[in-house]
């Protein structure tokens, strides 16, 4: 069964960092691409970054490029989102995709608010 758990969520000030986790099972995460959205009240649910499998390619939404890092760690099944500089725009539920076999897969979410 094919699940992603995301984690490390939380309330921030502005200025500060937090590391997203995206947990998976079910499926060999060396061979398939993660990506990360986010969806604040009111809004439609945007991309943030994506990392390809083996080639390792990077993408990042230009909201958060030099701020956000994208990095994998395939031995221990989980997908990392290092969010430093972070701003009140950034609040919203943040979750981890992956595409397999055309289907996609959605973790349940976690709240980033970013406030002081």
């Known amino acids: 069964q094919v699940q992603l758990v995301e984690s490390g969520g939380g309330l921030v000030q502005p200025g500060g960092s937090l590391r997203l986790s995206c947990a998976v099972s079910?499926?060999?995460?060396?061979?398939?691409?993660i990506s990360w959205f986010r969806q604040a009240p009111g809004k439609e649910r945007e991309g943030v970054s994506c990392?390809?499998?083996?080639?390792?390619?990077?993408y990042y939404a230009d909201s958060v490029k030099g701020r956000f890092t994208i990095s994998r760690d395939n031995a221990k099944n989980t997908v990392y989102l290092q969010m430093n500089s972070l701003k009140p725009e950034d609040t919203a539920v943040y979750y981890c995709n992956t595409v397999l076999l055309g289907a996609a897969y959605w973790g349940q979410g976690t709240q980033v608010t970013v406030s002081s």
């Open positions: 990392i390809s499998s083996r080639s390792g390619g990077i």
């Open positions: 079910g499926f060999t995460l060396d061979y398939y691409g």
